[in-house]
Nanobody, 115 residues
Framework: QVQLVESGGGLVQAGGSLRLSCAAS????????IDWYRQAPGKQRELVAT???????LYVNAVKGRFTISRNNAKNTVYLQMNSLKPEDTAVYYC?????????WGQGTRVTVSS
């Protein structure tokens, strides 16, 4: 099993920055691909960024050049550095790990960007 706990959300003005953290418990964290998703009010949950066990990163077009995903396997933690935030980035952000065909989600952390 994997337990994920997100933190770092909050209220920030447009143009500001936040760093989200996803702390994982359980073994074999370093072998997991970790995704960050977000869900805005009234919208479906969408993939934002992915980091593989080898450190390859992928981003949705809307956040390319502004968000950076990284991982520290020694701390069992994945980060999402979010810069130049926009009001449309307002959402609850979740991290996800898939292991043996089962998806594990954290409880989410809320990000609100004011204009």
């Amino acid at each position: 099993q994997v337990q994920l706990v997100e933190s770092g959300g909050g209220l920030v003005q447009a143009g500001g920055s936040l760093r989200l953290s996803c702390a994982a418990s359980g073994s074999s964290f370093s072998s997991n691909t970790i995704d960050w998703y977000r869900q805005a009010p009234g919208k479906q949950r969408e993939l934002v960024a992915t980091i593989t066990s080898g450190g390859t990163t992928l981003y949705v077009n809307a956040v390319k050049g502004r968000f950076t995903i990284s991982r520290n396997n020694a701390k069992n933690t994945v980060y999402l550095q979010m810069n130049s935030l926009k009001p449309e980035d307002t959402a609850v952000y979740y991290c996800r790990a898939v292991r043996a065909g089962t998806a594990y989600w954290g409880q989410g952390t809320r990000v609100t960007v004011s204009s």
